[in-house]
């Protein structure tokens, strides 16, 4: 008799889109209602209204219907071809502005080498004392360094 009495409770069966769609309220994961036959918002299901007000049913149906459609414009664009073709167009466009932008952070680095032979030059000549010498080559070294890690970069 105590057998007969025992209630055996099947486990919730996992929905495709279960606690992958997140309520916009409170960011809950959506949990399917077999009844509604959509998602709900687990904390509401879970906590009830106080915990979150959204009781809206995401339909499975119309759910999987744009999903569906979705995937098949995603399939059409890859498909046809342009799309690689912008894909290549953007990063060959990319590649060549990282070129030219390595080209002169190269050329900015031999500028500033050459600057720091000037001013030993204007130290020789006597034009510029030890101190503004120092002061120059510690501007320049620190310059070249970001240089230096912008081309590592």
Partial sequence: MMANRTRTSTAPQKHLFTNVLYCEECNKGMWYKANQKGYRCGGNIKHGSYFCVNKVAVREKELKSLILGDLRKL????????????????????????????????????????????????YTEGIINKEDLIELKQMLDAKVESLLIKKTN
């Fill in 75 to 122: 399939f059409n664009t890859l498909n046809n071809g342009t799309f690689m073709e912008t894909m290549l167009s953007k990063l060959n466009s990319k590649r060549q502005s990282m070129q030219k932008e390595l080209k002169l952070t190269t050329k900015e680095i031999e500028i500033c080498r050459k600057q720091k032979l000037e001013h030993v030059n204007l």
